[in-house]
């Protein structure tokens, strides 16, 4: 099992950035594949973007392609989010997962291990 612990959620006007990470526990955690998902209220939660253990290949949604940038750095055990260029409809609490393979999925159900959650906020 890998414990994982999102920051850098905040409230940020429409236009600005932010840079989510997660940090994991574990020394497995570079053998396995990682996703950020969101939830916004009243909605369920949905697939935002993946990466392979070793960050070759990524994945994002439609609605956040070209905006977000998916990496990690599997020295400091931290997966990040980069999120520029953002929009209302992005607010949402973002999570951070870990698939215990190496490729990732948009399939929420795939993933094993979950963190807190981070707020990010965009306002108008």
């Known amino acids: 099992q890998v414990q994982l612990v999102e920051s850098g959620g905040g409230l940020v006007q429409a236009g600005d950035s932010l840079r989510l990470s997660c940090a994991a526990s574990?020394?497995?955690?570079?053998?396995?594949?990682m996703g950020w998902f969101r939830q916004a209220p009243g909605k369920e939660r949905e697939f935002v973007s993946g990466?392979?253990?070793?960050?070759?290949?990524?994945g994002y949604a439609d609605g956040v392609k070209g905006r977000f940038t998916i990496s990690r750095d599997n020295a400091k055990n931290t997966g990040y989010l980069q999120m520029n260029s953002l929009k209302p409809e992005d607010t949402a609490v973002y999570y951070c997962?870990?698939?215990?393979?190496?490729?990732?999925?948009?399939?929420?159900?795939?993933?094993?291990?979950w963190g807190q959650g981070t707020q990010v906020t965009v306002s108008s």
């Open positions: 990466i392979n253990w070793i960050g070759s290949r990524t």
């Open positions: 997962a870990a698939r215990h393979i190496s490729s990732y999925s948009s399939n929420q159900y795939d993933y094993a291990d």
């Open positions: 574990g020394r497995t955690f570079s053998s396995y594949a």
